[in-house]
Antibody, heavy 117, light 107 residues
Framework: EVQLVESGGGLVQPGGSLRLSCAAS????????MSWVRQAPGKGLEWVSV???????YYADSVKGRFIISRDNSKNTLYLQMNSLRNEDTAVYYC???????????WGKGTTVTVSS | DIQMTQSPSSLSASVGDRVTITCQAS??????LNWFQQKPGKAPKLLIY???NLKTGVPSRFSGSGSGTDFTFTINSLQPEDIATYFC?????????FGGGTKVEIK
């Protein structure tokens, strides 16, 4: 069974840092485009970042310079390092397979990040 | 960035009704469009990909059509378990962008 499991969310103060993990089973993270998507409370979906199979990375303007997407091939795990966190980063963060057949068919259950003093 | 304009933002329909949601892209995205269903507290679930392809295992009452900039998502006979929010998403370009969502309720 193909599965993504996020972890690492929690409560953090503004300006703080957090690292999210997305452990994959049934698919190889390094062979896929993998994205992070977030959803603020009561709001819609916002794409955050992607890492391509070749290693290229891209970010939404709202997180560029603060967040870093990466992967550990030996652990088959995707990461999102979040620095300089702001109140508006409060959201449920999902990892998902970006390009596949079909695309965007595999999502994790999400991990909640709350930025508050 | 490609803007995805989804409408309506909410609708109320009776069981058995046909429900239609539209999504308009701000530029040509060919058929690089997905439709998702999201229930409260759950991750989005892919229903339709490449604008009109039904994901395996998804009931056939769901369908999608369109290409270029204008897309339509249809539930042919609304069922109580279809109560959810539906999102369109383009994956032609970065940044990936989503429509604002349509909350579907039972009348």
């Amino acid at each position: 069974e193909v599965q993504l499991v996020e972890s690492g969310g929690g409560l953090v103060q503004p300006g703080g840092s957090l690292r999210l993990s997305c452990a994959a089973s049934g698919l190889t993270v390094s062979s896929n485009y993998m994205s992070w998507v977030r959803q603020a409370p009561g709001k819609g979906l916002e794409w955050v970042s992607v890492i391509y199979s070749g290693g290229s990375t891209y970010y939404a303007d709202s997180v560029k310079g603060r967040f870093i997407i990466s992967r550990d091939n030996s652990k088959n795990t995707l990461y999102l390092q979040m620095n300089s966190l702001r109140n508006e980063d409060t959201a449920v963060y999902y990892c998902a397979r970006d390009h596949g057949r079909p695309p965007w068919d595999v999502w994790g259950k999400g991990t909640t990040v709350t930025v508050s003093s | 960035d490609i803007q995805m304009t989804q409408s309506p933002s909410s609708l109320s329909a009776s069981v058995g009704d046909r429900v239609t949601i539209t999504c308009q892209a701000s530029q040509d995205i060919s058929n690089y469009l997905n439709w998702f269903q999201q229930k409260p507290g759950k991750a989005p679930k892919l229903l339709i990909y490449d604008a009109s392809n039904l994901k395996t295992g998804v009931p056939s009452r769901f369908s999608g059509s369109g290409s270029g900039t204008d897309f339509t998502f249809t539930i042919n006979s609304l069922q109580p378990e279809d109560i959810a929010t539906y999102f369109c998403q383009q994956f032609d370009n970065l940044p990936r962008t989503f429509g604002g969502g349509t909350k579907v309720e039972i009348k």
